[in-house]
Nanobody, 120 residues
Framework: QVQLVESGGGLVQPGGSLRLSCAAS?????????MGWYRQAPGKERELVAL???????TYADSARGRFAISVDSAMNAAYLQMSSLKPEDTALYFC?????????????WGQGTQVTVSS
């Protein structure tokens, strides 16, 4: 099992920046090989923002590329999302995701989310 706790959300003006953090804990954290950030705006489906594999390069949604940067610690027990040049359309509940290596039957774990609101 993996527990994820996000932090760092808040209210920011357009053009501003925020840094989201995600801390992973639990008995299976050694098996995390992908961490990612997703978001869900009211009335919309959850969508990928960015993800990174252990030892791999990040993947970004078109909406995030060039403005957001995902990073993880060396043990892949924490993930971060540095968001810059924020726009009102970035307003959403942001979720951290951790995916375990394929030998596990239950592979995907989610945090409770942290709200990001971009408004003047």
């Amino acid at each position: 099992q993996v527990q994820l706790v996000e932090s760092g959300g808040g209210l920011v003006q357009p053009g501003g920046s925020l840094r989201l953090s995600c801390a992973a804990s639990g008995g299976s954290i050694f098996a995390i090989n992908v961490m990612g950030w997703y978001r869900q705006a009211p009335g919309k489906e959850r969508e990928l923002v960015a993800l990174i594999t252990r030892g791999g390069t990040p993947t970004y949604a078109d909406s995030a590329r060039g403005r957001f940067a995902i990073s993880v610690d060396s043990a892949m027990n924490a993930a971060y999302l540095q968001m810059s040049s924020l726009k009102p359309e970035d307003t959403a509940l942001y979720f951290c995701n951790a995916r375990l290596i394929p030998v596990f039957q239950e592979r995907d774990f989610w945090g409770q989310g942290t709200q990001v609101t971009v408004s003047s």
